[in-house]
């Protein structure tokens, strides 16, 4: 990749390039975020982003209490959000732990979901805080069981302590093993990393690292997916691409459960990184309890009627 | 649909209730004009006719000024501050209920689009009769001495980028300070003005208080050299403000006059480039670029020119432009023909005079006064797009090699309303403030408003505050 002549590795070059990153004005940010929060969506393009909206979710269980049967129920919900209407696309991708993959898998290829990957949090997930040793495996593990996408967290602790070329040198050990294999998530946990200069450092360290992603959240930390921080991660997108013709794809994931957060994100990836980016190929929403409002709202759309909850299915 | 295009989303027109024709609103009431003349004021995204509006002569105007030297002396002198303030709460509260309808009227008379006119124009137009209502009863704590005292009848001339708003700085603190008002709106845009004059009304505003005149240029003229007037205040062209100043220079009536501006928007190259590119965006493009403060012209530090003029060309590429009532429109019409004329004009010179121009592709309507957001590079202090104020939405883009330079440059004018600092060097937006002649000063961020900040200008942008302490002691006696 030729972004990666920008820098060698090396602790100092990466922090020279980092440095040469323009700063972010948080009111400024919040600002253009807010008012491309008040764009109208109705209609015809509501239609259409709510379809797309549900052909990008990621839709995830990631709970200590998970069991087969859960993971068996969130794949077919997976497949046919909408056992009632087939012209419902299927969902991006299932996401869940490392333990759950392969039944996830085995599931979905039984079911007819064989075009459907199977996404597992890898790395220790969601804190990040076990040796590396312990989070190769953890990647390899869930890419023999079936995975073919990896969303790993970066370490924090080091990202904040200025070891930049300890989180660096981890996201390349991961992408070395997802190789061909697996695409590459990189969260980075924006809301313990908190100032939007963070997000933006952060989000060039793992793309010069090699990821295919970069995603906002665990899902496990608020604040989470909030919109000056999308922003900026898509803003790192789109410059990126100026500098290295590759297109790296975004992932917000935590907080964002009703059809209007949903559109407003779309909006932002519109707007900001611009329409290259609004296919499930470059831009996913991490979520679970979105669905079912994407659901209602679409038959809302169809029927020009809101149904109750007991007519889209609880998992 | 293979991209993500967005469906029309235009507000709806039905809330408004505009009249066929408008009389004059003196002591209380809508009454004919004397003279019976009329003329139309347009919607200028579609040059339909909105309604037919009075033209006050000189006889009509004696008759606003006798109606409020006479509500001046008989009620509103009389009155007490908290008095007062219950009807300026009451203005206030009445704009926020009906902020809907004033958003729509404003949108449909100037062209402006409803995203400004809702999230902007309106609300801060309620925001001033609440601050100002505040003040009412607390004037002798505002430094004016123990008894501040109001001249009396104040003439009032607003133009037509901010109608309703320009309305407000003039009529809150008048009101406030316990002055009776005679207003007149640009010939353009006197919707709003009218409709307010429907809130006087309704607030139950002794009569006469409030008088609302429309008309053209020699209706402003003559009220300006009415002889019962004891002050007046201005906000419009340079042009105009230096006409009304003469004509006054004879008497002893105070004046304040809000004028013209050319703002310099400096961009120093450790400045945070996207929101820097937002913020000039919103400078220059904001309402058209029909804004006296606007940042019309950006002083870019030369090692980042070629980054930052890329980034803000696609940005611009973005920019919506079109039916000014539709919810996701950026940039609306033209306010008048004239105003277009005198745009194109100005950026004919531009490239006469060897600028490269550069305007955002976008898709201009057929009908109505349109102009494409449009940048200007490669332009020296030796134009006339660097000099003259456009007035639309037209940037022009200059270079400085230094700090020094960039102030020296963004001082060279006989202007000085406002100017943009755009740096993460806390202590080079202190310098550059400390040493840019402009009224206003921004950093990292444009074009903001608060009813307690002063604005005003340096130069020929005119004389005298509006808005917050200062603003109040244009409308009292013997203020300094």
């Given at each position: 990749m030729s972004a990666l002549n920008l820098i060698d590795g090396s602790e100092t070059s990466l922090r020279r390039f980092l440095q040469t990153l323009p700063g972010v004005d948080q009111v400024g940010a919040q600002e253009r975020a807010a008012v491309l929060g008040t764009r109208s969506i109705k209609t015809t393009s509501k239609k259409w982003a709510i379809d797309m909206a549900i052909s990008m979710i990621d839709l995830t269980t990631l709970e200590g209490a998970d069991t087969a049967g859960k993971i068996r129920s969130l794949c077919s919900k997976a497949l046919?959000?909408?056992?009632?209407?087939?012209l419902v696309p299927h969902v991006g991708a299932v996401c869940v732990y490392n333990d759950m993959v392969g039944i996830a898998r085995n599931h979905l290829d039984s079911i007819g979901g064989q075009s459907i990957p199977v996404a597992a949090v890898a790395t220790?997930?969601?804190?990040?805080?076990?040796?590396r040793k312990v989070k190769l495996q953890d990647t390899k593990d869930a890419i023999s069981l079936g995975a073919t996408e990896i969303d790993m967290v970066i370490d924090r602790g080091a990202f904040l302590s200025g070891q930049l070329g300890e989180v660096f040198d981890e996201i390349r050990a991961i992408k070395e093993i997802c190789s061909d294999k697996a695409h590459l998530k990189v969260i980075l946990e924006t809301g313990e990393l908190v100032t939007l200069d963070n997000v933006r450092k952060a989000s060039y360290l793992a793309m010069l690292a090699g990821a295919d992603f970069i995603k906002t959240?665990?899902?496990?930390?608020?604040?989470?997916?909030t919109a000056p921080v999308v922003l900026v991660m898509l803003e790192a997108v789109r410059d990126f691409f100026e500098l290295s013709q590759v297109r790296i794809g975004v992932k917000p994931a935590g907080g964002i459960r009703t059809t209007k957060d949903a559109i407003k994100q779309l909006v932002l990836v519109k707007e900001i990184?611009?329409?290259?980016?609004?296919n499930p190929e470059l831009f996913r929403i991490g979520a679970s309890a979105l669905l079912n409002d994407l659901l209602m709202q679409r038959m809302k759309l169809n029927t020009g009627r809101y149904s109750s909850a007991n007519y889209v299915t609880v998992d | 649909m293979s991209d993500f295009e967005y469906a029309p989303a235009p507000e709806s027109k039905a809330i408004t209730n505009i009249s066929k024709d408008y009389g004059l609103f003196i002591n209380g009431k809508f009454i004919a004009s004397h003279n019976k003349r009329r003329f139309e004021t347009i919607n200028?995204?579609?040059?339909?006719?909105l309604a037919k509006i009075s033209l006050a002569d000189e006889v009509d105007i004696d008759k606003a000024v006798k109606a409020a030297r006479s509500a001046y002396i008989k009620v509103w002198s009389k009155m007490s501050g908290k008095e007062r303030a219950k009807y300026l709460f009451r203005i206030a509260r009445l704009l926020q209920e009906r902020a809907r309808e004033f958003a729509v009227v404003e949108t449909l008379d100037n062209g402006k689009p409803i995203r400004e006119t809702r999230d902007v124009d309106i609300p801060l137009s309620a925001a001033h009769f609440f601050y100002h209502a505040g003040w009412a009863d607390k004037l002798e704590f505002?430094?004016?001495?123990e008894k501040p005292k109001a001249h009396g009848v104040v003439a009032q001339i607003i133009p037509w980028n901010f109608p309703l708003l320009m309305l407000a700085w003039k009529i809150a603190p008048a009101l406030a300070t316990g002055n009776t008002v005679v207003l007149k709106p640009a010939e353009t845009t006197p919707l709003t003005a009218l409709l307010f004059a429907e809130v006087c009304q309704q607030a139950d505003l002794?009569?006469?208080?409030v008088n609302i005149i429309t008309g053209d240029g020699s209706t402003g003229s003559a009220l300006v050299k009415h002889?019962?007037?004891d002050k007046v205040a201005f906000t419009g062209s340079t042009e105009v403000g230096k006409l009304i100043a003469k004509s006054l220079a004879v008497g002893n009536t105070p004046v304040t006059l809000e004028l013209g501006g050319k703002g310099a928007n400096i961009v120093f190259e450790d400045a945070p480039l996207d929101q820097a590119v937002e913020g000039i965006i919103n400078g220059i493009f904001f309402n058209q670029g029909h804004v006296?403060?606007?940042?019309?012209r950006l002083l870019l530090q030369e090692n980042i020119h070629d980054e930052f003029l890329s980034k803000l060309q696609k940005r611009m590429s973005k920019i919506r432009l079109g039916?000014?009532?539709?919810?996701?429109?950026d940039i609306g019409a033209i306010n008048s023909a004239a105003q277009l004329a005198k745009i194109h004009e100005l950026s004919s010179s531009g490239k006469a005079e060897g600028a490269n121009i550069w305007s955002a592709p976008c898709q201009i309507p057929n009908k109505g006064f349109w102009f494409a957001p449009t940048v200007f590079t490669?332009?020296?202090?030796?134009?006339r797009i660097a000099r003259e104020?456009?007035?639309?939405?037209v940037l022009s883009v200059l270079t400085f090699r230094t700090p020094q330079e960039a102030i020296e440059k963004a001082n060279n004018?006989?202007?000085?309303l406002s100017a943009g600092v755009w740096s993460d060097k806390g202590s080079r937006i202190l310098w550059a403030g400390n040493h840019l002649k402009a009224g206003v000063i921004w950093a990292n961020t444009f074009n903001k408003f608060d009813p307690a900040s002063p604005f005003g200008g340096y130069k020929e942008s005119g004389w005298g505050r509006e808005g917050g302490r200062h603003g109040l002691g244009a409308y009292i006696k013997g203020a300094k």
């Open positions: 046919r959000p909408d056992p009632q209407d087939p220790a997930f969601p804190s990040g805080r076990a040796s959240s665990t899902g496990k930390v608020t604040p989470a997916a990184a611009g329409s290259e980016w609004l | 200028p995204a579609n040059e339909e006719v505002a430094g004016f001495g002794p009569p006469g208080v002889p019962d007037i006296c403060c606007a940042g019309s039916d000014p009532l539709d919810k996701n429109t490669g332009v020296t202090q030796a134009h104020e456009i007035f639309g939405p004018t006989p202007f000085g």
